[in-house]
């Protein structure tokens, strides 16, 4: 007798199992909410993805940390951001900052977010920066925001020019950055925030050699006192 199988509570119904035309029967088909399940699982692994992907990406642009980042001591430059073949991260790094890259004729930027003990600079401590500089005709130290602002201060003072400053008898170049005055050459910090450095090469021979630049050749950023 086919359909039906006999347990001691009475006859137990029996689906009879769909067959191939080869006669061998067939798996039987997900249910619905497997189905849904699997498709769940998957689409969170895109979204994770492309999560790690999008904040990786991110930090890169903001951080300067990305692709062609050349770092010497606190100072990360990125020399082919001038460049007209520049690859997408560095336009993005451009696109992001709003800054106008220098060219590779025309010298090279650095910037600096943390001290040389790689603390963040921030502006309730006070800082030392002091050495030399790499070969070049003209440079600019300045101080701005995390966005590359410059930050507004009482004394209007945003940074010096190598024509401007002082230095010692053998050439070397100290700046002090706090936001207490201070005798020689002081950059004012106008915020208790972050705050980054910019150092600009023009015209130098270096431009396109950063990586070959002994960090001894640039000057150092020594944190003093936090208030």
């Not at 699997?38 to 642009?61: D, E, K, P, Q, S």
């Not at 997408?88 to 220098?102: C, D, H, N, Q, T």
Request: aromatic share 6%.
């Amino acid at each position: 007798m086919s359909g039906a199988a006999f347990a001691p509570g009475g006859p137990v119904s029996r689906r009879p199992s769909a067959a191939r035309p080869d006669g061998q029967a067939t798996a039987p088909a997900a249910s619905p909410r497997r189905r849904l399940g699997g498709l769940a699982g998957a689409l969170a692994v895109m979204a994770i993805g492309l999560g790690v992907g999008l904040g990786a990406t991110w930090f890169a642009t903001g951080t300067g940390a990305g692709f062609g980042s050349v770092k010497v001591g606190p100072w990360v430059s990125h020399p082919r951001n001038g460049a007209i073949d520049a690859d997408p991260y560095s336009k993005a790094v451009i696109a992001r900052s709003g800054e106008i890259p220098l060219g590779l004729g025309e010298g090279l930027s650095f910037a600096a977010t943390r001290d040389g003990a790689g603390q963040p600079l921030i502006g309730s401590c006070s800082y030392r920066v002091v050495g030399r500089v790499p070969p070049t005709r003209f440079w600019t130290l300045t101080l701005h925001g995390m966005d590359g602002s410059l930050i507004p201060n009482a004394a209007q003072r945003f940074g010096f020019t190598s024509g401007e400053v002082v230095r010692d008898g053998k050439g070397v170049v100290t700046v002090t950055v706090s936001a207490d005055a201070s005798p020689g050459n002081w950059l004012p910090v106008g915020s208790r925030g972050r705050f980054q450095l910019a150092l600009r090469l023009y015209d130098t021979p270096v431009s396109g050699t950063a990586s070959a630049i002994d960090a001894g050749l640039m000057p150092r950023i020594e944190r003093e006192a936090c208030r």
